[in-house]
């Protein structure tokens, strides 16, 4: 981060000396064994058969996508610090089996430059132009509107945190998924029956470990020569 201008070097330098230091001997932290909590969740996930969305416009309203079924959808956008590489490999994974340009207005926006670099070299980016998604700069872009907005009044499907009146568009209904469900959602301009989105999500079984697979800064040849170019002591 120092090696691309993000301020204030001098507390990145602090951070990166106490990442260097609790390295030495890391330990995590572990609630007390008498911990008491105001409330305990248990969910099974073997009982989750069909993907679940939270409905327009409230991130709390959460149903089952056969219960949402068939909804007919504006713009899609798939984005925001919620969203991981795999995601967006998963993605064009669903998108590749489409053939033209798709019938909603699909939107991408990868959280970080590291994502955009390494999806442009895997190809994912030619897979988006393909099918007519528009691309945007790494970042919030939709999740907080402050880059770009969808069309007033639009039904929108969003891979965001949140949902709340007008977040993401004047008067836009936005329904909250997964990126999968997402671009699926972009393919057929509608919400799909659980059967459709099954159809298209078995393409992602076939090589899920590769697509899912994670990526961090030192994994990356540039950054990584970036990064051994910072002198550090001198921020100290």
Same mark, same amino acid.
């Given at each position: 981060?120092?090696?691309?201008?993000?301020?204030?070097?001098?507390?990145?330098?602090?951070?990166?000396?106490?990442? %260097?230091?609790?390295?030495?001997?890391?330990?995590?932290?572990?609630?007390?064994? @008498?911990?008491?909590?105001?409330?305990?969740?248990?969910? *099974?996930?073997?009982?989750?058969?069909?993907?679940?969305?939270?409905?327009?416009? @409230?991130? @709390?309203?959460?149903?089952?996508?056969?219960?949402?079924?068939?909804?007919?959808?504006?713009? $899609?956008?798939?984005?925001?610090?919620?969203?991981?590489?795999?995601?967006?490999?998963?993605?064009?994974?669903?998108?590749?089996? /489409?053939?033209?340009?798709?019938?909603?207005?699909?939107?991408?926006?990868?959280?970080?430059?590291?994502?955009? %670099?390494?999806?442009?070299?895997?190809?994912?980016?030619?897979?988006?132009?393909? $099918?007519?998604?528009?691309?945007?700069?790494?970042?919030?872009?939709?999740?907080?509107?402050?880059?770009?907005? $969808?069309?007033? *009044?639009?039904? #929108? #499907?969003?891979?965001?945190?949140?949902?709340?009146?007008?977040?993401?568009?004047?008067?836009?209904?936005?329904?909250?998924?997964?990126?999968?469900?997402?671009?699926?959602?972009?393919?057929?301009?509608?919400?799909?029956?659980?059967?459709?989105?099954?159809?298209?999500?078995?393409?992602?079984?076939?090589?899920?470990k590769n697509i899912y697979r994670y990526l961090n800064?030192?994994? #990356?040849?540039? /950054?990584?020569?970036?990064?051994?170019? #910072?002198?550090?002591?001198?921020?100290?």
């Amino acid at each position: 981060m120092i090696s691309e201008g993000y301020s204030d070097a001098r507390t990145l330098a602090r951070r990166v000396s106490k990442m %260097e230091e609790w390295l030495k001997k890391p330990e995590l932290m572990e609630a007390d064994k @008498d911990a008491e909590y105001k409330a305990i969740i248990e969910i *099974n996930m073997d009982e989750i058969k069909e993907p679940i969305l939270c409905c327009p416009n @409230d991130p @709390d309203d959460a149903k089952l996508l056969s219960e949402v079924c068939g909804k007919k959808i504006d713009e $899609v956008f798939i984005g925001s610090c919620m969203t991981n590489i795999g995601h967006y490999r998963a993605a064009a994974k669903m998108l590749q089996q /489409y053939e033209g340009q798709l019938p909603t207005r699909l939107w991408i926006a990868p959280p970080t430059k590291m994502d955009q %670099e390494q999806l442009t070299k895997e190809g994912m980016y030619a897979i988006y132009g393909k $099918v007519g998604a528009r691309t945007e700069m790494p970042g919030c872009s939709l999740c907080m509107g402050n880059q770009a907005r $969808v069309a007033d *009044n639009a039904t #929108v #499907v969003s891979t965001s945190t949140r949902n709340f009146p007008n977040r993401l568009g004047k008067g836009a209904d936005v329904f909250l998924a997964s990126a999968e469900l997402s671009a699926v959602a972009a393919v057929l301009g509608r919400l799909p029956t659980p059967e459709e989105y099954m159809k298209y999500h078995t393409e992602l079984g076939k090589d899920e470990k590769n697509i899912y697979r994670y990526l961090n800064f030192d994994q #990356v040849e540039s /950054y990584q020569e970036a990064a051994d170019e #910072v002198e550090l002591g001198k921020f100290r």
